[in-house]
């Protein structure tokens, strides 16, 4: 493989998955990891990638204000307004982070009137945004690799709320694995929301599902909704249709 083509696979590996490891890029693309430091290096250099310590992280989900670095964008605007269907006045709503969750936000109705946690500062300034919303931001270590809120307390805190619907976004969902994540600190804190919520959903653009990371959230059958950039009769969603619904 052409080092051109080797930079092109890792920058839509950080923006599929906002975050990868060297090593696990070494295994991928059967080269070392001191080629892949070099890689990362030269693309960061270059303005495409954020370098990190053991890999590198995704410029659309660290800086999602900024015009033309949201990945997908089109696709994550269109899982926002399917996720609005399960939205309705009087609900409380438990959301997550990440670029598709912040443009469910900015849809959000002016008149829906309804109660918002969340984990994601960037998330709770959309919401905040709305007259006849409340919205609660959790508190915690803010990751800088994630833009959210981690740690004990979150999860303490998330042990003492009940809600009627959590969306969540993920890195990779499997029929097999169910939803994975390579992020030990945010697997526990999305296992804490899914725990406390009556309902889950799952916002995910087509290109995540059928992928795996190394590390398990939940499996599959804790997921109630799946909604995708696809249309529910996509043959590509038949599988997960068979156990879950598909919007």
């Given at each position: 493989?052409?080092?051109?083509e080797?930079q092109?696979?890792?920058?839509?590996?950080?923006?599929?998955?906002?975050k990868?490891?060297?090593?696990?890029?070494?295994?991928?693309l059967?080269?070392?990891?001191d080629t892949i430091?070099r890689?990362l290096?030269?693309?960061?250099?270059?303005g495409?990638?954020?370098k990190?310590?053991?890999?590198?992280?995704?410029?659309?989900?660290?800086?999602?204000?900024?015009?033309g670095n949201v990945y997908?964008?089109?696709?994550?605007?269109?899982i926002?307004?399917?996720?609005?269907?399960?939205?309705?006045n009087?609900?409380?709503?438990?959301i997550g982070?990440g670029?598709?969750m912040i443009e469910?936000a900015?849809?959000?109705?002016?008149d829906l009137?309804?109660t918002?946690?969340t984990?994601s500062?960037?998330v709770?300034?959309e919401?905040?945004e709305k007259d006849?919303i409340?919205?609660?931001?959790?508190?915690?270590?803010l990751s800088?690799n994630?833009?959210?809120v981690?740690?004990?307390?979150?999860?303490?805190?998330?042990?003492?709320?009940?809600?009627?619907?959590?969306?969540?976004?993920?890195?990779?969902?499997?029929l097999?694995?169910?939803?994975?994540?390579?992020?030990?600190?945010?697997?526990?804190?999305?296992?804490a929301?899914i725990k406390?919520?009556?309902?889950?959903a799952?916002?995910?653009?087509?290109?995540?599902l059928?992928?795996?990371q190394k590390?398990r959230v939940?499996?599959?059958?804790e997921?109630?909704y799946?909604?995708?950039?696809?249309?529910?009769?996509d043959?590509?969603?038949?599988?997960?249709?068979n156990?879950?619904?598909v919007?």
């Amino acid at each position: 493989m052409l080092k051109e083509e080797r930079q092109a696979y890792i920058v839509h590996q950080i923006n599929l998955h906002n975050k990868v490891l060297s090593s696990d890029l070494s295994i991928q693309l059967n080269v070392s990891e001191d080629t892949i430091r070099r890689d990362l290096n030269e693309l960061a250099e270059n303005g495409q990638v954020i370098k990190v310590y053991g890999g590198a992280l995704s410029k659309s989900f660290q800086f999602p204000f900024q015009e033309g670095n949201v990945y997908a964008k089109e696709g994550k605007k269109e899982i926002a307004s399917k996720a609005l269907s399960l939205i309705a006045n009087g609900m409380s709503v438990l959301i997550g982070g990440g670029t598709t969750m912040i443009e469910l936000a900015r849809l959000v109705p002016n008149d829906l009137q309804c109660t918002f946690f969340t984990i994601s500062p960037l998330v709770a300034l959309e919401l905040a945004e709305k007259d006849n919303i409340d919205v609660f931001l959790l508190g915690g270590k803010l990751s800088r690799n994630t833009n959210i809120v981690t740690g004990s307390q979150v999860v303490n805190e998330l042990a003492d709320i009940r809600v009627d619907l959590c969306l969540l976004g993920t890195n990779s969902l499997s029929l097999e694995e169910g939803i994975t994540d390579s992020d030990w600190e945010v697997v526990q804190i999305k296992r804490a929301m899914i725990k406390c919520s009556k309902s889950l959903a799952i916002l995910s653009i087509a290109e995540k599902l059928n992928s795996n990371q190394k590390m398990r959230v939940v499996p599959l059958k804790e997921v109630t909704y799946l909604i995708t950039d696809l249309s529910p009769s996509d043959r590509s969603l038949k599988d997960f249709a068979n156990s879950i619904k598909v919007i």
